[in-house]
């Protein structure tokens, strides 16, 4: 965590617990070609941290292992990852759903020519960070240049049958607010997102995911900076909906490091609260990948700072959009 950030407060959240694992989150590396404000990650394309072999080696092993049935791929960018499509096509093979976090300007990058059509070919579910349909909303949050490129890449992902009906090949668009606010309806922002997109540039996707900036990292960086932190976490204590705790992702996915070490959700990862896995770690403090080829995560408790209400707030958020209408 910025070392500049209040303390999160770990007594205030409610107690939840951990139901059937079913996914698992892997952060692939924090590099990036891309620096958002709002990245909880840090991410940037100075970074060097990337999944090492070995990770990878029992990775593998816990997906043969393992009754999860969704393989999310984040980073950074995770196709920046020199063995990006081996892991790709391993879980495949596996019958995996496999998601891709993509920023879409990846797509026109040197060296990723061909990216597009690999993830077609291997039915690669799409969630593509877009979080305006207009372009200086865009830029402002990403960087010059970047709505041009995003459009590009959708564009050239329906070209290849993504969004279209019947293609069976998914793509989610991502939005995030540029502040301190939470996200609107989503329902709502899709259809005006929908409408837009359509209109200007002849794109369809499927659906839009709305996710609440948590108050970490740089985004966490960036309230404090202008005096907006304790108002923005005062929000999300006021926003809170109990009805959010059930179908929060951590109950049912793991959050994975580019070491291979195990966390309740990404967010936790980026604050180095690594997972807790009470009675089977003798020796280490904190638990690996391979304590999943042996351990159930069933009933485990999660651990939780005052960050939670960013998902539990208002309609809820987590990487699969709101959790309650």
């Known amino acids: 965590m910025h070392a500049m950030l209040p303390l999160l407060d770990q007594l205030a959240f409610p107690a939840i617990r951990r139901g059937q694992l079913e996914a698992l989150q892997i952060n692939l590396t924090y590099r990036c070609n891309q620096r958002c404000l709002h990245c909880h990650v840090n991410a940037g394309p100075t970074r060097t941290e990337a999944m090492t072999d070995e990770s990878l080696a029992l990775l593998h092993q816990v997906i043969d292992a393992h009754p999860v049935h969704t393989l999310d791929l984040t980073g950074g960018a995770p196709e920046m990852h020199p063995r990006f499509r081996e892991i790709v096509l391993h879980a495949r093979r596996e019958g995996l759903r496999v998601i891709d976090r993509c920023n879409l300007t990846i797509l026109s990058e040197p ?13 690669v579910e799409i969630s593509a960070s877009l979080p305006c349909y207009s372009r200086d909303n865009v830029d402002k949050q990403r960087g010059d240049g970047v709505f041009d490129a995003s459009i590009k ?18 793509l989610n668009l991502v939005y ?9 309806p989503q329902a709502a922002l899709e259809a005006d997102y929908k409408r837009h997109l359509a209109e200007d540039f002849g794109i369809v996707f499927n659906h ?8 970490i990292a740089r985004f966490g960086s960036t309230l404090v900076s202008k005096g907006q932190f304790n108002g923005y976490m005062q929000l999300l204590r006021d926003s809170y909906r109990p009805e959010n705790l059930e179908p929060l992702m951590c109950r049912s996915l793991v959050s994975v ?7 309740d959700c990404d967010f936790n990862q980026m604050l180095d609260l690594p997972l807790e896995l009470q009675g089977q770690l003798i020796g280490r403090e904190r638990p690996h990948l391979r304590d999943l080829l042996s351990a159930s995560l069933a009933g485990n408790p999660i651990v939780t700072r005052d960050h939670c209400y960013a998902c539990t707030a208002g309609q809820g958020s987590s990487c699969g959009g709101s959790l309650t209408s």
């Open 176 to 184: 995030n607010p540029q502040g301190p606010s939470l996200p609107p």
């Open 208 to 215: 839009l995911l709305t996710i609440t900036n948590q108050p």
């Open 257 to 263: 490091d580019w070491q291979g070490y195990l966390y």
């Open 111 to 123: 060296g990723y020519a061909d990216l597009a059509q690999f993830l077609a070919a291997q039915g």
């Open 153 to 170: 890449g959708l564009q050239k992902l329906n070209a290849l049958g993504y969004g279209q009906p019947g293609s069976g090949l998914i």
